[in-house]
């Protein structure tokens, strides 16, 4: 199977661009293509419990629907743990189907992927 790898740097600064990865994800599972979501920068708020609740951007689903469609179909989601650190948080307050994760399994994932988008 394809894999694709969407890296999310968004949240409320850019709503729309938060939720795209999770929009093109879930439509990645019907294709029959692997997706997985890296989260870095402000997308890291993305990865932390009941904050997928704060963004929303018609004509979208709710991100709060969209991720756990997301979750549901077994996507998973890997935190930049530097970027994590920044913001006050820690792994118990992740979504559980986070991961924090340093540079080299971001670079493995990026470089064993058929495509990579970033928002």
């Known amino acids: 199977m394809d894999k694709i790898v969407y890296v999310a740097t968004h949240f409320k600064d850019s ?11 879930n439509a990645s599972f019907a294709m029959d ?17 009941g904050k997928a609740a ?3 951007h018609a004509p ?8 756990a ?3 549901e179909q077994g996507g998973r989601l890997l935190v930049c743990s530097p970027c994590l650190k920044a913001r006050g948080y820690t792994e118990a307050d992740l979504v559980p189907n986070a991961k924090i994760v ?3 399994k971001v670079i493995e994932e990026i470089t064993s992927a058929k495509t990579v988008l970033s928002y």
């Open 69 to 71: 469609s997301y979750a």
């Open 60 to 67: 979208f689903d709710p991100l709060e629907k969209l991720f």
């Open 54 to 56: 704060e963004i929303n």
């Open 15 to 25: 709503p729309e661009k938060a939720m795209l990865p999770f929009v093109l994800s």
């Open 33 to 49: 293509v692997q997706p997985l979501i890296i989260v870095q920068g402000e997308g890291v708020n993305l990865a932390v419990k």
């Open 102 to 104: 340093g540079a080299a």
